[in-house]
């Protein structure tokens, strides 16, 4: 059925750049909303980027400026370019889907990937 698959992950040094990917399968919602979420150890999931099917894009404000996110709507791809990593950053990132809404930057999506970790040091 719905299927979402995260890669790219990995470990960086602070400064340095990732690429992180998400390919969603089984899914057919439209007009609809994409997010990468991060959780770090002792913390709560959080949204960090997001876009929706009309290109509008979310940043939560700490990526702002550092992070971008793109995707193909044909096919329910999502890519999350982090550059200027910081140790902060470190967290297990998550891609997830839901129906569409006024604002992507929020936390109840539908579908979810098991995530990918991203380690920075300092």
């Known amino acids: 059925q719905v299927q979402l698959v995260e890669s790219g992950g990995g470990s960086a040094q602070a400064g340095g750049s990732l690429r992180l990917s998400c390919t969603a399968t089984?899914?057919?919602?439209?007009?609809?909303?994409m997010a990468w979420f991060r959780q770090a150890p002792g913390k709560e999931r959080e949204v960090v980027a997001a876009?929706?099917?009309?290109?509008?894009?979310f940043y939560e404000t700490s990526v702002k400026g550092r992070f971008n996110i793109s995707h193909d709507n044909a096919v329910y791809t999502l890519d999350l370019q982090m550059n200027t990593l910081k140790p902060d950053d470190t967290a297990k990132y998550y891609c997830?889907?839901?129906?569409?809404?006024?604002?992507?930057?929020?936390?109840?999506?539908?579908?979810w990937g098991q995530g990918t970790q991203v380690t920075v040091s300092s």
């Open positions: 876009v929706n099917s009309y290109g509008t894009t």
């Open positions: 997830a889907l839901r129906r569409w809404s006024p604002t992507c930057l929020r936390n109840d999506y539908n579908y």
């Open positions: 089984g899914v057919s919602y439209s007009p609809y909303c």
